[in-house]
Structures are given as structure tokens and as C-alpha cells.
């Protein structure tokens, strides 16, 4: 029997429950009355739209509530089953065979789902399968958005204005174009640490080589931004060099065919005899060797171990005499003049095979000479440096003809000398020879204009006056140098600047001073104040400090040599070939020579060097 208003579902259930259920009344508004036997059936509160029924009144049940009493039971479609109840497919325990309520427009029923049918979302769709919206698609998935090379260019999906994915290009790595607009890449780099990201930085050429300046014992290397590094010298201009002694040995005239070069010492005697006296002398007192007639020495010294780098400014010989023509005290020694003379002979000897009869030929004859001092006969050894201008242009001559060695001779015109040679057996009292070489220029440049401005008279040119006045914050002082005298083409390798200090004027500080340099060079010494005065770069080249006490000593001269101060002068040289230097006080004040000081080596000098 099928009741109104009550599904097949009601239908199986009612039967298998064994109840009549007649038919309800429409009205939902009765009392709660007491339900049907547990586990028979239940009520909804859904207006009695299920049709069940009270089971004493036989009205709908509109208030009651959709419970069951035990367990592991549940309320379905009025009845109260068990939860795994299903026949004919109808009952809690029965999947539903589709989507309840149903899915949206843009969704599917998967009835294949772990839990039951469930709606899904469509492709190119998302939400919960009731609600579905487009997907926004990325447009980086399509030709790389657009881009361009993937392996050069990123693409981003980011939100605009609109909150509308749009495609986002970024350049990897900026430093292949341009060199990410670092500059030039000769002397700029480009480092990329992160995708968009460049990073520009100077080349650091000193890292590599010295800079390409020479030996960093001489050249110190320094980078200058968007330019070559700049070499500048630390070492003496002049430069020692030991030249190698390759042999010596000496000849006598008595022993015409002798060879002596297997003896530790080197004979010099004259043919100079006095009244009563025998030409000889027995050298007993040391070795067994008798000295008798004109002995002559000979050295040979390598130059091709020298580099070239300069010209040779200085030769220095230098010789141990250990004993020798002893000056009796009736002799009037000084009267006499005994002493030793070196000429330049031909180098082509060899010591082991060299005799009297095979004598080199003397090229150039007194090179240089030495006066053995009275008494001289020393036990210990005697230190003689022995140098002249004619020494030293004999070196420079063979040097300038690529000359392989010097050989000299060691003669005397009155006395009678023993020396050491190269085979004696302390190392430092053998024969040297010293080769100085002027390896850079120094070119000293006088001021050709200085001037004191102060702030106590502002309007008014004070020129040199009295002495170049730095005084704290009060007056300064201006030199003004013109290199103009440099060849074209000179790269500076060095610059000191040298003040002297005339008076010094204590306010409690520590005679603080500072070198700064002007932007402009056009200014006179008879026209510039401290209102019209150029413009100071701002950028400190050194500072100093001046004696301080009571009595100082003055004059008191300073030398600066900074980098700073290297860096302006080469600066200025290349573009002007001017340069004007700023001297202030940070601290208490002094007065410097200028340049028409009356001691002209107090006057200012900038000192250029270069190679």
C-alpha cells in the first residue's frame, strides 16, 4: 500500500518495519507527542513534509527532532537503521549512485571517489566542485611569456593593478649587455650574484703582477678608478749594485814570468828608492814574499750582471790594506805624497796565465788615487773606498758600449802596499767594487707663485709678505708649481713636496697641518684675498705635524710624500701641467718660507719623479 506523500524508500521501510502507518493529517502545528517503539521510527522538523505520522495521534510530528535512542543507529528518511543498513539499495549503509544535490555548470560528478561521488571541478577551472571559477593561466607557460631566451631572460607571472597575472621579464645576467652598464671593460667589471643583479667594481690591476709596475720592493701599484694604475716609486732613485769580482792576481817586474794568482793578497810597489836603501821589501811579517822592483795589481770586475736601468752616477773601489811602506819619522811623508793610483787597463787576461811580459795595455791612465797615511803599516787592515768622477765615467763608458767587464791596475808612485785578494779567506775584506746607477730622474720644481689669504682682512692681497702664514681656521696659504718644464710623454712615477718652517706660534693644539690642492690655477700673488680665492678641492693629500716645546728648531724642513699628493700631481701634470697647493692649520699656526726667502734652500720644491 503506498501511502501519500511518502517515498518508495518510506515504503521499504514501513514494511520491513512491520508498522501501519496510516494516513497523516496535513497539519504541522500539533503538540510533541510521544514517538513510535525505539528503533521503529522517527521524526523530522521539516514540516511533515516525510508524511510520517505520531503514533497515539496519528498527526504529523512537525516539532520533533531527527534522533534515535542506541547505538551505532541513525535516523534515515524517519526510521532509525543501522548505520550499515542498505536493501535494494536504499538505506544509510547505500553510496548514493550520483551527486547530491548535484554539481556546478563547470564541474564533473566523479562517482568513482574514495568517499562516494563527489563533484570536480573542470580542467582550467578551481573550487570545490558546488563553485567552480576560471584559472588564471600563467602566462610565463606560453613561450616563456613572451621573454624571449629562456637562458638569458626570466619571466614571472605577477599581479597587476587589476590583480591580473601578467608576465614579468628580467634579465638573468645584466653584464652581458654593456657590461651591465659598469663601464668600460677594460677597466670595470660585472659580477652577477644573483638573477637582474649587476655589480660593478674597478679592476684590481695591482692584484695581478704588481699592476704591471716592476718589483713591489721598488713600485708600489695604485688603482685608480676607470684608469691605468699609477707606479710609484718607493725606493732610492740611486740604486747600489755589487758587480761580481771575476779574478785578480798581480805580476812583478823582477819575476817577469812569474804568475802570482794563487796567492791570498795583491802587491803594489813602486820603483821609488831613497838614498842607502834597497828597493825591496819582505812581507815576512804576514807571508813569505819578498817584494823587490815595481809590482803592479790587477782586478777584473763583471758588468754584465748589472741591469740596465740608469746611467752609472757613482764607481766605488774598494781595497783592504793590511800592510806596507812603513814612513820612517825623518821622512816628510806628506812632502812626498805616497800614495796609490788605479788606471783602466784592457780586460783581455786571465789571471792563472798572466805575467810582467804579458802586461795588458793601460787604456786610460789615473783614474783615481789615494794617499796611504803615515804609519800604515796595519795589522787588522785598513777600509780604503776609493771613487772619482773619472772612475765613474770609465764604468758609464764600458756600460753604454755593453761592455762584459772592467779591469783596473793598482800602481804606486812612492809606496810599497800589500792588500787582500779574492782567495784570501775572509769573505769581507776581498776586493769590491760598488756600482751606483740613477735608475729615475729627479727634477726639482721651484714655485712660480704663493700668496697668504686671511679671514682678518678678507679684501686684502697679502702676497708672500714676511713668510707663507698657516693659522687654524684664520689664514692659509697657496704654492702654486708649473711643470711645464717635464717632456712631453713623461709618466710620473713620484712627488714630494718640501716646506720649510720659519716660526711656529703654540695655541694648545698639536701643530696639526694639512695639504689640500685648489680647483683652479688661475690666480695672482698680488690679487688674491680670501674673498676671491678659488675653490680648494676638499680632498686631503697629507698631513704633518711640527716640532713643539719651547725652543723648537728651526728652520725646520718637511718632506711630504703620500699617495694622495701622488695621485693630484699626476692628475694635474697630465691635464695642466699646473698645480696649486693648499696648506691649512687645523691647530695652532705657523709661518713657512716662501719662494723669495733669502736661504734658497728653504724656498718650496716640488720634486718630480720619473723614468
Known sequence: MHIPGMSRSHVVLAALAASSLLACNVADTSSEATLAQPGESCVEDEGCASGLCQADTQVCAARCTSTCEGDDLVCFEGHCLAA???????????????????????????????????????????????????????????????????????????????????????????????????????????????????????????????????DPARYLCINVSGDAPLCQITAACDQDYEVPLLEDTFISSLARDANFSSLPFLVVHSSFQTEGEENEFNYTSTYEYLAKGPHSSLLKFDLSALPNTGPVVNAALKLVRFDGFYCPLFMNCQFLGFTDALDLVDGSWSANALTWRHAPEVLQSSLASWRIAEGARSQGGRLYTITSAALTAAAQSLVETDADAMALSVSSTRGRSLYYSSRHSEADRRPTMTVTLRECTQHQVLPNANATVSTFEPDTPLGEGGGLIADRNRSEFYVRFDMSDIPVGTTLAGAQLQLAVTDVESFGGEARFSVDYLVDDVWGESSVTYTNRPDAHGRELAVFNLQQGDAPTLPETITIDSIHLFEAVTERFEADRSITLRIVATEDAATFAGRTHADATLRPTLTLIYE
Open 84 to 214: 550499515g543498513y542498505c536493501v535494494e539499495g536504499v538505506g544509510p549503509g547505500c553510496q548514493p549512485s550520483t551527486c547530491e544535490p548535484g554539481c556546478a555548470p563547470d564541474a564533473t560528478c566523479d562517482l568513482e571517489a574514495a568517499d562516494g561521488p563527489e563533484c570536480v571541478c573542470d580542467e582550467g577551472f578551481e573550487g570545490d566542485g558546488q563553485t567552480c571559477t576560471p584559472v588564471e593561466q600563467n602566462p610565463c607557460l606560453d613561450d616563456n611569456g613572451g621573454c624571449g631566451d629562456p637562458a638569458l631572460v626570466q619571466c614571472d607571472a605577477e599581479l597587476d593593478d587589476d590583480d591580473a597575472l601578467i608576465a614579468a621579464c628580467t634579465t638573468i645576467n645584466p653584464c652581458l649587455d654593456d657590461n651591465g652598464g659598469c663601464g668600460d671593460p677594460a677597466f670595470f667589471e660585472c659580477s652577477n650574484p644573483e638573477v637582474g643583479v649587476g655589480h660593478c667594481a674597478d679592476i684590481d690591476f695591482c692584484a695581478t703582477d704588481n699592476g704591471g709596475c716592476g
